[in-house]
């Protein structure tokens, strides 16, 4: 799915012009069908400490090429920089700056990854390191270039960099599922979860839950759970029963028409998982409608409803989830849908950017409420996918959402369905309360 314009601009002629006036070159972005390969390589590990030792070690387990200078070598893949030692902002230029010489030398599609820790508000000093990793990273991220991306995993003190969420996230990270992930940070907060058996099936043997599931980015995340392995349970509207039912018969899914919105429909939920023998170790609660008006404009009628599907809906579902006792696995995980509206806000949507912001402290809350079964609950934050709901927009503010990211383009559904996918997986099990945003680094927000 390319829009006109970067479909110009990537012809000869409409890349002379581009260049020639300086309008934006949105590059290709490699996805997981474009480039199966795990990691890019060669990979450059940066960085002195017994972690930096570690991450060589790992990568070179995965039978990756893996370096530990940049000389000699006239195209990098991917560069990890392990700073989970700074202890003063004087120490990061020497691990740091070796990659200044090889920016240019990086591959198209390649990736910057950095390792340290999180700010613990003990020394002023190592916390002004840490502090600086991440606006090294987000700044960084801004100056990628040839659809290449920068993201950052910070690793809670205590947590080894062995640990499955770190593991995780940096196999997602250095792959083409994050294509439209740059700019972000995660942070590993413990060492549960468990390493991926099946890198092809990473799901295989779970079954998962989505919500709003008929059409577009519930559809692609269906899509994906399911080529991950995953026994699927679609859910939607009874007024979208004709496209789920198709969705279902493609996926061998199960189907389920129910308004989450309506009294009890928890609860059904429960009786449909009980009936069918299921029990659930995936929900993916994705369900979201939009009613945009200016605040000033606003009704009920607009504000009730998208508050009642984006938000409510979701703590309901999980109540009953969870109340339930015997329909939730062991370990389970909750991935929500939220937005960058509910991050930095956006005119005509103080309803929806309520849903959303709530979203986020939902899950911050139910991450804690989890962890004794050993589940997490964590969130994705989509910024501008090219979406049927999308390509309503008017034109002129659609073709401007669509450039105010560091990689210039619109992301894809399987952009959102790729992150929901890892945060579902067992080696996820150390990100609690995490949202990602899906959003190329947009302009606006963190």
């Known amino acids: 799915m390319t829009d006109a314009y970067t479909k110009f601009v990537r012809s000869a002629p409409g890349a002379l012009i581009a260049k020639q006036v300086g309008l934006p070159r949105p590059s290709t972005l490699p996805r997981r069908g474009d480039r199966p390969e795990p990691v890019l390589g060669p990979v450059v590990v940066l960085g002195e400490s017994d972690g930096a030792d570690q991450v060589a070690r790992e990568l070179l387990a995965w039978g990756t090429d893996v370096r530990r200078r940049f000389e000699e070598l006239r195209t990098v893949g991917s560069v990890i920089a392990v700073l989970d030692e700074v202890s003063t902002p004087a120490d990061l230029g020497a691990i740091l700056l070796p990659l200044s010489g090889a920016m240019r030398s990086l591959a198209p599609g390649a990736r910057v990854v950095t390792i340290s820790r999180p700010a613990a508000g003990q020394d002023p000093a190592r916390d002004a390191a840490r502090g600086g990793v991440e606006g090294f990273l987000r700044s960084l991220a801004h100056e990628m270039r040839r659809g290449g991306t920068a993201n950052g995993i910070?690793?809670?003190?205590?947590?080894?960099?062995?640990?499955?969420?770190?593991?995780?996230?940096?196999?997602?990270?250095?792959?083409?599922?994050?294509?439209?992930?740059?700019?972000?940070?995660?942070?590993?907060?413990?060492?549960?979860?468990s390493a991926t058996e099946d890198l092809a099936q990473p799901l295989a043997g779970r079954t998962a839950l989505v919500t709003g599931a008929a059409r577009g980015i519930g559809a692609?995340?269906?899509?994906t759970l399911a080529a991950d392995g995953a026994r699927l349970v679609?859910?939607?509207?009874?007024?979208?029963?004709t496209e789920l039912s198709r969705l279902a018969n493609e996926l061998r899914a199960i189907p389920v028409q129910l308004d989450v919105t309506s009294a009890g429909a928890g609860e059904r939920l429960v009786e449909v998982l009980r009936d069918r023998g299921l029990v659930l170790d995936i929900a993916v609660l994705n369900a979201g409608?939009?009613?945009?008006?200016?605040?000033?404009?606003?009704?009920?009628?607009?504000?009730?409803?998208?508050?009642?599907?984006?938000?409510?809906?979701?703590?309901?579902?999980?109540q009953a989830l969870l109340e339930a006792g015997d329909v939730l696995g062991a370990q389970p995980r909750v991935v929500s849908l939220a937005s960058t509206s509910g991050i930095a806000?956006?005119?005509?949507?103080?309803?929806?950017?309520?849903?959303?912001?709530?979203?986020?402290?939902?899950?911050?809350?139910?991450?804690?409420?989890?962890?004794?079964?050993?589940?997490?609950?964590?969130?994705?934050?989509?910024?501008?996918?090219?979406?049927?709901?999308?390509?309503?927009?008017?034109?002129l503010t659609r073709e401007v959402a669509r450039r105010l990211n560091?990689?210039?383009?619109?992301?894809?559904?399987?952009?959102?369905?790729?992150?929901?996918?890892?945060?579902?997986?067992?080696?996820?099990g150390g990100l609690r309360g995490e949202t990602l945003r899906v959003c190329g680094q947009n302009m606006v927000g963190k």
């Open 154 to 193: 910070l690793v809670g003190d205590g947590v080894g960099l062995d640990a499955p969420g770190v593991t995780g996230a940096l196999r997602f990270l250095l792959s083409a599922r994050s294509a439209f992930v740059t700019g972000q940070f995660l942070t590993v907060s413990t060492a549960d979860g």
């Open 220 to 223: 692609a995340i269906a899509r």
């Open 345 to 395: 806000g956006n005119r005509g949507q103080t309803n929806y950017a309520a849903s959303k912001a709530g979203v986020m402290a939902f899950v911050d809350a139910l991450a804690a409420r989890l962890e004794a079964l050993g589940g997490t609950a964590n969130a994705v934050a989509p910024g501008f996918i090219e979406t049927e709901m999308t390509a309503r927009m008017p034109a």
């Open 406 to 428: 560091s990689l210039q383009q619109g992301g894809l559904p399987v952009d959102v369905a790729e992150a929901i996918a890892f945060l579902a997986s067992s080696e996820a």
């Open 289 to 318: 409608i939009t009613r945009d008006k200016l605040f000033a404009n606003m009704t009920p009628e607009r504000w009730d409803p998208v508050l009642a599907v984006n938000i409510s809906s979701q703590i309901a579902l999980t």
């Open 234 to 241: 679609v859910l939607d509207v009874p007024g979208a029963g």
